[in-house]
């Protein structure tokens, strides 16, 4: 893999996270970046799929088409091939030739039922619970050659580097909504609660009371009551107490 092809490869990565709409769109574009990026190596056309595996599962999350993660999937079910063993391993895992090699007798007979000759798992660390592969597949056999495994290893060496960056980005997104929504959680009930105040002449920690009451006594979620008394206050703009029966 030539410096510019590399760069241009990285290049493709960053875009990705940058524009990412969620993970699952991310592994996509990384597993069209990555059979492009092989099959320029090897000069015939490859597809892909990625494998996220966590806590003790794994999981086929992506793929640059469907055949590979329909094979993907078959192998995860099987819990065997190239791509199983690579992630075991954390170490690079040829199958080379369908109709010659011994191993993985059941997922062979799947590849050569898709018109797939060979096959190549290529692991990325992602943290100390969790790790991918990247699982190539060839039409023919003999082109993953040790220049192709190579490539392959440095392009999942950049794309494992994007993954936890993007991870990261959305691991953080989800922390600042729940922050979020606590926080409007709060307000509301705050409000609720001077209302109450105001209407009772009574303390906070009494609103609140009298607010948590009837909440049990209603069944009702806290800042749900608490949101429904805010409401209805603001479209009265008078003081009339809400639990008043």
Not at 167 to 188: F, G, N, P, W
Not at 199 to 225: H, P
Request: hydrophobic share 45%.
């Amino acid at each position: 893999m030539a410096d510019q092809d590399m760069a241009d490869d990285l290049e493709q990565l960053v875009d990705l996270v940058a524009g990412m709409e969620d993970i699952k769109s991310v592994l996509d574009g990384l597993t069209e970046v990555a059979a492009a990026t092989m099959t320029g190596t090897t000069g015939v056309p490859i597809e892909c799929a990625v494998t996220l595996h966590r806590r003790k599962r794994s999981a086929t999350i992506g793929g640059s088409s469907g055949t590979a993660v329909v094979l993907d999937r078959i192998e995860q079910t099987l819990g065997d091939g190239p791509c199983v063993d690579a992630l075991e391993s954390g170490v690079p895992v040829l199958l080379g030739d369908v109709s010659s090699d011994r191993r993985w007798p059941e997922y062979r007979s799947a590849l050569s039922a898709a018109g797939i000759a060979s096959a190549l798992g290529i692991p990325m660390k992602l943290d100390d619970d969790a790790g991918a592969v990247l699982d190539f597949f060839a039409p023919v056999s003999g082109r993953f050659s040790e220049q192709a495994v190579a490539d392959g290893v440095r392009f999942a060496g950049m794309a494992g580097k994007a993954l936890r960056l993007a991870v990261r980005i959305v691991s953080a997104d989800q922390r600042a909504e729940h922050l979020k929504a606590a926080m409007d959680t709060r307000t509301v009930i705050d409000l609720a609660c001077g209302i109450i105040m105001a209407q009772s002449k009574c303390s906070k920690e009494a609103a609140f009371e009298l607010l948590r009451n009837a909440s049990n006594t209603r069944n009702q979620k806290l800042n749900d009551l608490a949101q429904t008394l805010v409401d209805r206050f603001a479209g009265q703009g008078a003081a009339e107490a809400y639990f008043d029966d």
